[in-house]
């Protein structure tokens, strides 16, 4: 379903309450999304980038359209598998004595970075495998947030919009 056609449905559902398209309606479908995409693995948002770790760092900045879950992660220089640790404080529990160096084997995420383990003794370059964040939808026709079955948009996206708005409409609504 295009944009301009869920926000429409939303509008029916509101029973017709006045509310702005762009900066009340548009602004909650993305906010919805957002926490869909955050809290599913979609398989529409499967990605991956190629990140540097240079020598002596403790952390790489993740990929800007970096949303959650690492699920794969690969040293590339040295040809072989990166553990994965979450939550990032067992990295730290293995990985007590951060002056070692060596050949990057175990990160964690820690907000927006990557932290590798122990800390490259020359560039590396890590492969990353993750789930990305979407992409921001506009009221037009070629906005379709594509990364959720088109089914599936009334049950959680006009729904999810829904039920803010009524929230902000208060009591009186049946």
């Known amino acids: 379903m295009k944009t301009p056609e869920i926000i429409q449905r939303i509008i029916g559902v509101v029973n017709g309450k006045e509310f702005d398209e762009e900066t009340e ?7 919805g999304l957002n926490l869909i995409a955050r809290n599913f693995n979609l398989p529409a948002l499967l990605t991956s980038d190629t990140l540097t770790a240079t020598a002596g760092s403790f952390s790489v900045p993740l990929p800007d359209d970096y949303n959650h879950s690492p699920y794969y992660v690969e040293n590339i220089t040295y040809s072989g598998m990166v553990n994965v640790h979450t939550p990032s404080h067992s990295l730290y529990r293995i990985f007590k004595n951060t002056g070692t160096t060596g050949k990057i084997t175990d990160v964690a995420i820690d907000g927006v970075n990557l932290i590798v383990r122990p800390s490259p003794s020359d560039d590396q370059q890590i492969f990353i495998a993750y789930y990305k964040k ?7 026709d070629t906005s379709i947030p594509t990364c959720i079955p088109d089914y599936l948009h009334d049950p959680l996206l006009v729904n999810y919009v829904a039920s803010k708005l009524y929230e902000t409409i208060g009591d009186g609504i049946s």
């Open 25 to 31: 309606i548009l602004p909650l479908i993305n906010e």
């Open 134 to 140: 979407p992409d921001v939808l506009t009221n037009d």
